[in-house]
């Protein structure tokens, strides 16, 4: 999705953050004996770290896909694989694994979770319609065409990365 003009855009504050971060706890909560959280970098380490302290789960893992620079999504990369021992310890579908991320926008980083962990509990703080199907438990729906600024994206402004070629 490319970065809309200015009428369509969620920003999003660290205070918000948080709150919403501790409504998917709360959904969360009861729905299953957790063996870890697998979070998707970097927008699911956040969510991830919020979830662990609430839920009480200390193992946390991570897949690091890339599929955004700071303002289009592009093809997915795996960068970064789940470890084979915790997809071994969950007879290798992901069963009781939470996985985590900001943000599910066209599902296609969710479809590449589902397809190294089929059985996981997939878990976003925000859901656009096309990614909603993808996904068991999320706080807020925004918008397709809605670009969420996130806490860490923003200065008083938008704030492009620091490293030259650091894409978002």
């Keep these: ?3 809309p003009g200015p009428e369509k855009v969620f920003p ?12 998917l706890s709360w959904r969360l909560a009861g729905q299953g004996e957790w063996k870890a959280i697998v979070c998707i970098t970097r927008g699911g380490l956040v ?7 609430e839920l009480g789960i200390r ?9 955004y620079d700071y303002k289009d999504q592009g093809d997915l990369a795996v960068l970064k694989h789940v470890s084979e021992k915790l997809i071994a310890e969950t ?11 900001d943000l599910v926008d066209t599902g296609k980083t969710a479809q590449e979770v589902r397809r ?4 996981c509990h997939l878990a976003t703080v925000y859901a656009k319609p096309m990614g909603r ?15 969420i600024y996130f806490p860490w994206d923003m ?11 650091v894409a978002g």
């Excluded at 969510?47 to 302290?53: G, M, V």
């Excluded at 200065?155 to 070629?165: A, C, D, M």
């Design 47 to 53: 969510p991830a770290a919020i979830l662990s302290r």
């Design 116 to 119: 190294l962990l089929p059985k």
């Design 155 to 165: 200065g008083l402004t938008f704030q492009p990365p620091i490293g030259k070629g």
């Design 91 to 101: 007879g290798g579908d992901g069963s009781g694994i939470l996985v985590v991320d």
């Design 12 to 23: 999003v504050s660290w205070d918000q953050f948080h709150r919403d971060a501790r409504a």
């Design 133 to 147: 199907p993808l996904v068991d438990t999320f706080v807020t729906e925004v918008s397709q065409d809605t670009w």
């Design 1 to 3: 999705m490319s970065h």
């Design 59 to 67: 193992v946390i893992e991570t897949v690091c896909i890339a599929s």
